[in-house]
Each structure stands twice: as C-alpha cells, then as structure tokens.
C-alpha cells in the first residue's frame, strides 16, 4: 500500500514541475500593455505582502420623485382692439294666444203653447141706482180663457184667445159673452226667467143680455138682446218661467169696443142719466191670471 503512495506522489511531481514553468510564459503571451498583474518581460514577479483593501462601491441613487402641487390656471386677460361691437337684441313678435272658444248659445226653437187663465172685469161702480132688490151692488163679470200661442222668435209670439165671461155688467143686467182675440206679444228681456211683454190686438165679441134692471118690467118679463163688437186691446204683463216648459203669467188689458149688430144702427146701449147722452161704444179693463205649457 505504502508503495503505491509513493508511486502516485512521484508522477504528480514529475507533472508539476512542467506546468509551473510554462505558467509565466503563457501569462506573458496573454497579458495585455500596462497590465499590473504581469511581469516583464525576462523579469520576476514582485508580489507584495500587503493587499490594499478593494474600493467599496458608491451607494446607491434612489431618485425620490418630487411631490406634485396643484398650479393655479394661469389668468387670461382679453383685450378687444377698438370698440366692442354693439348688443343687438332680436325681438320676435310673439303670436298672439288664440282666444277661447266662443260658448255655443243654444239655438232658439220656435215654440207653442196652450194659455189657461183666469179673468175679472174692471168697471166702475159709481151709479148706485143699479143696485139689486136688497139695495146691494153686485155688479160684476168674471170669466175663463185660453190661448194657443206660437213663437217663433224669442222676442215675438202670436196668440189667438178663447173668453167666455158672465156676471151682472154696468147696468146691473144680467149678461154673457164671449169673445174671440187676436193678439201680438212682444217680450222685452226673454233671456230672463221674469219676463216683461206687451200685447196688443183686436177682437170679436157676442153678448147675450138679460134688461132685468136697466128698463121698467111688465107683465111679459125681462127684455133679452143679443149684441155683438168688434174692438182692440192692449196691455202689460209678466211672465215667470218657473220651469223650461211652464210658466206663469200676470197682464192687464184695456180695450174699447162698439156694436156691429144690425140693431145698432137704430138703437142704443148705453145712455147717460146726467147727460141723456146715448151711445154703442163702451170700453173696460180686463186682469188676467194664467199658465202657459210650452212645447
């Protein structure tokens, strides 16, 4: 074992020896100008005992970015050359609105109506001697009528009038009549629920009479006539609309009339105590109370 050892140790030196004396003749072939670590050439190597220490590298940079602040915006100033132009304001004319919508008046319809009334005669009672066997005056006429009315315009209305009246007359006799009217009515304000009219027109009348009173009686009886006018009239009234189709009405009417019997032409109704005065022609006062139904 021992042997072996020795073997080894003298080829590794034997090995040696070239490699050492080749190594500064390969160092030189490499080694470039000025290089410290190389010998001169055909010189030895100084290799000194103290090695001074190797530089120690800077620190290194750390570039700590600035901190950012917030500029102002920068302050424009605008200078025009010259004057400014002037303003101009533009107007436009503004349509005017449109206006609203007229209300629709409901058209007038023509109507008809049926008149119902009431009726009293106005007279004068100034002579007593007409007075009953008991010393009473009990003179005085009433009646009943009606009317068939048509209006074709809320201002105007036709009417023709039915009258049938009866009672004791000027004369304390008894009498009947009736009459037929024609009449025209003319409303003042008919948009109104009270409305105010005025009539006027003419008639026919037939009487009956009883001369129970006005001439001395004999052993025959009273005398009994029959007469007949043709007369006008005219008057006031209201009408009151208490609903659309109904209403209510109030008038007073005056009227004249004469006699257009054959008897008239030789005799007379009517004579004056005071005067003697004799005549045909007589006129009074009618007030009338009634209801319309309007269709």
Not at 208 to 213: A, P
Not at 236 to 260: C, H, P, S, Y
Request: include cysteine; charge should be negative.
């Amino acid at each position: 074992m021992k042997t072996r050892l020795t073997a080894l140790s003298v080829v590794v030196a034997t090995c040696a020896v070239p490699v050492l004396v080749s190594s500064p003749a390969f160092a030189q072939e490499e080694c470039p100008p000025g290089s410290w670590f190389c010998e001169d050439e055909g010189g030895d190597v100084d290799v000194d005992d103290e090695v001074e220490p190797a530089d120690e590298p800077p620190p290194e940079r750390v570039d700590v970015p600035k901190k950012r602040t917030k500029q102002p915006p920068p302050i424009v100033v605008y200078q025009p050359e010259g004057e400014p132009p002037p303003t101009v304001v533009v107007v436009k004319d503004r349509e005017p609105p449109e206006p609203p919508p007229k209300k629709k008046r409901p058209r007038w319809r023509s109507e008809w109506g049926l008149n119902l009334r009431l009726e009293g005669v106005m007279m004068s009672k100034k002579d007593n001697e007409y007075s009953n066997p008991e010393g009473e005056d009990d003179r005085g006429m009433g009646g009943i009528g009606l009317g068939l009315r048509y209006r074709p315009k809320p201002h105007f209305a036709f009417e023709v009038g039915l009258d049938v009246f009866g009672g004791r007359d000027y004369l304390g006799d008894e009498r009947e009549e009736t009459a037929l009217t024609f009449n025209g009515l003319v409303f003042f304000n008919p948009k109104d629920k009270l409305q105010l009219y005025a009539l006027g027109g003419f008639g026919f009348t037939g009487a009956h009479v009883t001369l129970d009173r006005s001439v001395p009686q004999d052993a025959a009886g009273p005398e009994e006539r029959d007469y007949s006018y043709f007369g006008l009239q005219a008057g006031l009234g209201l009408e009151w609309r208490v609903a659309r189709k109904t209403a209510l009405n109030l008038d007073v009417i005056g009227f004249i009339r004469g006699r257009t019997d054959d008897a008239a032409q030789h005799e007379y109704e009517f004579t004056d105590p005071e005067t003697g005065r004799q005549t045909n022609s007589s006129g009074g006062g009618l007030a009338r109370l009634g209801i319309t139904f309007y269709w």
